[in-house]
């Protein structure tokens, strides 16, 4: 198998590169001012810390989100090509989703899920009292 069209690839990207990041910096602008050192997104001047501290939680809740969000399109790749996979294919997606569906019981059941677990501790205390 020949090599050199890997090469020729490979040193037409650098060129390019190296031709656009030397263009941007002759032909570029460098006039620094105050609007330029502030920071601006979205139209909007900013207000506040451009930090903002989150908790575990947060970044818990956002990795099921992106687990059970990247399971969906498993599913949907499924599904496109259901009738071709015929019935071993249905099977498969069943123990698919059924561990899906244990996981998801799971992490309800151990309260993974639950944003504010102190305040949902109270109400349920609250609410076998009341009883």
Same mark, same amino acid.
């Given at each position: 198998?020949?090599?050199?069209? +890997?090469? $020729?690839? &490979? =040193?037409?990207?650098?060129?390019?590169?190296?031709?656009? *990041? %030397?263009?941007?910096?002759?032909?570029?602008?460098?006039?620094?001012?105050?609007?330029?050192?502030?920071?601006?997104?979205?139209?909007?001047?900013?207000?506040?810390?451009?930090?903002?501290?989150?908790?575990?939680?947060?970044?818990?809740?956002?990795?099921?989100?992106?687990?059970?969000? +990247?399971? $969906?399109? &498993? =599913?949907?790749?499924?599904?496109?090509?259901?009738?071709? *996979? %015929?019935?071993?294919?249905?099977?498969?997606?069943?123990?698919?989703?059924?561990?899906?569906?244990?996981?998801?019981?799971?992490?309800?059941?151990?309260?993974?899920?639950?944003?504010?677990?102190?305040?949902?501790?109270?109400?349920?205390?609250?609410?076998?009292?009341?009883?």
């Amino acid at each position: 198998m020949p090599m050199w069209p +890997l090469a $020729v690839y &490979f =040193l037409a990207i650098v060129v390019i590169v190296s031709v656009m *990041l %030397g263009l941007s910096y002759v032909l570029g602008e460098r006039k620094p001012g105050r609007e330029q050192s502030e920071p601006y997104e979205s139209g909007m001047a900013t207000t506040g810390p451009g930090r903002v501290r989150l908790t575990a939680r947060f970044y818990l809740i956002a990795m099921f989100f992106v687990i059970f969000d +990247l399971e $969906v399109v &498993f =599913l949907i790749a499924w599904a496109v090509s259901a009738r071709e *996979l %015929g019935w071993l294919g249905y099977i498969e997606i069943v123990i698919f989703s059924s561990v899906l569906l244990a996981a998801l019981i799971y992490l309800l059941r151990v309260g993974a899920l639950d944003w504010a677990p102190n305040t949902m501790r109270r109400r349920r205390e609250v609410e076998k009292d009341s009883r």
